[in-house]
């Protein structure tokens, strides 16, 4: 199906065709209520023909709608015009990355850390609204004339298991039906490929393809056949990253997205676009550095002019670059560390966001008020048959009116019940309380009915080994979980754990917001805490590891030491040389 310049749909005008894709043909329209021109893709009769696909499309489309995310293609309307569907979209300028790439072959570090920063948090948009893309490769990446990545195309994107159980079998196996694909087999994760369905995750293993071809100009799976490369999917490690000219880190990121297996890939997103935008500002911080070591190969050829010049030039030259290094190291440690507090920061708050979900969620029950009523065991069902559905939420509490703890899902440390008073002091606020020697993230909601409050139930969450291990994940750092008197949780190893409490803690490190250099095992590290609450005392100690932050510099700083030996060699040279003349 063609249509030519002209034909109308709906409102929308037709101008010219623009391209086509395995779902439809796009071309340019003009809006001709507002007065502007729009991409207008029309599906295909053949796709139109599959079980559920137009109901799926308009409910897919809808939530893509309402995304309005600067880094995914904006959707505008959806019609069908005597048969015809189609979709209206914004028009953009620019190129595909598969057209940059065939034209550039790859991208240097700084361009492909940038894009890949732009492609994680359009997912990440995506994915918090339940959206899984599906199909992400580089033909579905538009780059518009001013840098900006979009991402395109989210006719396979599955917005939460529905009854098309068929639609997505047949997608695993590329096709359904004459001339029609659904998925491409390069960028399909292994367990779409087996048939099981899509997640988050599925969409990172395809971001890790897209970045590898981003960084190498060519596919790590590619093979002769699409069945050959579904095969090395699903058997084969990708070719390792050459760690020459690559920022630190982004080797081992990439390798954990093309992971075999969905667990051991990134948790979200989210936090890639958080690694990728530090990254980008390191790598950028390189550029300068190597640029700076060209200037210094000039100054060095004028050096030659005069002898006595040149010894105090080389002097001035090595003063002055180790302190520009050490400068420059500090100042890209301070942000790294700022940046982690922040990460810190909203780990946190997304913990304690959860936790107050699930209390009210629970609390809403209808018939929950009337269980306060009954024995205790009855409550205790109650609360477990609920985790059982909320699985995030490590315990569930009830607490009679008198404050009185009559039901738990998990063990608590003999601590009394003066821990539940300032929960019910301000119901539905998230607090850090302390329960026998440990702190708990917290939060209470109350059991009503017409008014009246029957009961409590509060959600628990330990400030414990996996709240750490889930920050070790966030800002690809160690970190150091401590309370008052004891260390909660720690990523380093046990024997490596360097202090006991956090009043240990500071007593080495000083007031809060400190930068400190330790030395833990034979490593530098830059620690900084950030606290978690105040009553009860509990605090994150976050450890940069400064080698790797003066990794990128070395080349650098011993630039400017090699410099200025050679430079107090030739000017010795040329005063005996003068020494003689005279």
């Not at 985790?387 to 009394?416: C, F, K, N, S, W």
């Not at 996996?466 to 690809?476: D, K, M, P, S, V």
Request: aromatic share 6%.
């Amino acid at each position: 199906m063609t249509l030519a310049a002209g034909v109308r749909l709906g409102p929308y005008e037709i101008l010219g065709p623009i391209g086509a894709g395995g779902m439809g043909e796009v071309y340019r329209g003009r809006d001709t209520r507002l007065g502007r021109e729009v991409a207008v893709k029309v599906i295909q009769p053949e796709a139109q023909g599959i079980p559920d696909l137009l109901p799926r499309f308009q409910r897919e489309a809808k939530a893509i709608a309402a995304l309005n995310h600067p880094n995914i293609l904006a959707l505008h309307d959806i019609g069908n015009d005597s048969g015809v569907v189609y979709a209206v979209m914004e028009l953009l300028e620019g190129e595909t990355l598969r057209e940059r790439l065939d034209v550039s072959g790859s991208l240097t570090p700084l361009k492909a850390t940038g894009y890949a920063s732009q492609i994680a948090r359009g997912l990440a948009a995506a994915h918090e609204r339940g959206i899984v893309h599906r199909d992400l490769k580089p033909e579905n990446l538009f780059i518009t004339h001013d840098g900006l990545v979009k991402i395109l195309d989210f006719g396979l994107a599955q917005h939460e298991p529905g009854p098309s159980a068929e639609l997505d079998t047949r997608a695993t196996r590329f096709t359904t039906g004459p001339g029609l694909v659904l998925g491409t087999p390069g960028y399909m994760a292994p367990e779409q490929l087996v048939g099981q369905p899509a997640t988050p995750r599925s969409d990172l293993f395809a971001f890790g393809v897209v970045v590898h071809e981003m960084l190498t100009g060519s596919h790590p799976f590619r093979r002769a056949t699409p069945a050959e490369t579904a095969g090395a999917i699903l058997h084969e490690d990708p070719p390792p990253l050459s760690q020459s000219g690559l920022p630190p880190g982004i080797a081992t990121i990439v390798e954990r997205c093309l992971d075999r297996r969905a667990g051991d890939r990134p948790s979200s997103a989210r936090d890639l676009a958080l690694f990728f935008d530090a990254v980008g500002s390191q790598t950028g911080e390189v550029a300068a550095g190597r640029a700076a070591q060209g200037a210094g190969s000039l100054r060095r050829r004028l050096a030659l002019i005069s002898c006595g010049l040149l010894a105090l030039l080389s002097g001035a030259m090595w003063i002055g670059g180790r302190f520009l290094v050490e400068r420059t190291v500090k100042a890209a440690i301070d942000s790294d560390l700022m940046q982690a507090e922040r990460i810190v920061r909203r780990e946190q708050s997304d913990r304690l966001a959860a936790l107050a979900t699930a209390a009210r969620f629970v609390a809403s029950f209808p018939n929950l008020s009337a269980l306060f009523a009954t024995d205790a065991p009855t409550v205790h069902d109650f609360l477990v048959t609920y985790q059982q559905r909320l699985p995030e939420v490590p315990m569930l509490v009830a607490v009679a009116p008198g404050r009185v703890v009559i039901a738990r899902t998990g063990e608590l440390a003999d601590g009394g019940s003066g821990w539940v008073d300032p929960l019910l002091a301000r119901p539905g606020e998230p607090a850090v309380v302390q329960i026998g020697n440990r702190p708990f993230f917290g939060v209470a909601a109350g059991a009503e009915a017409a008014g009246t409050v029957f009961g409590y139930i509060v959600a628990l969450s330990p400030v414990d080994r996996a709240f750490a291990a889930a920050l070790r994940e966030a800002t690809q750092d160690e970190v150091v979980l401590l309370a008052s008197d004891l260390t909660l949780a720690s990523t380093l190893r046990a024997e490596q754990t360097p202090w006991r409490s956090l009043e240990e803690w500071r007593r080495i490190a000083g007031p809060p917001g400190a930068v400190v250099d330790v030395s833990i095992g034979g490593r530098r590290y830059a620690a900084r805490e950030v606290g978690l609450s105040a009553t009860p005392a509990a605090a994150v100690v976050v450890l940069k590891s400064r080698d790797e932050a003066t990794a990128p510099f070395a080349r650098l700083q011993n630039g400017v030491l090699v410099l200025g030996l050679i430079s107090l060699a030739i000017a010795a040279l040329g005063s005996y040389m003068i020494v003689r003349t005279i």
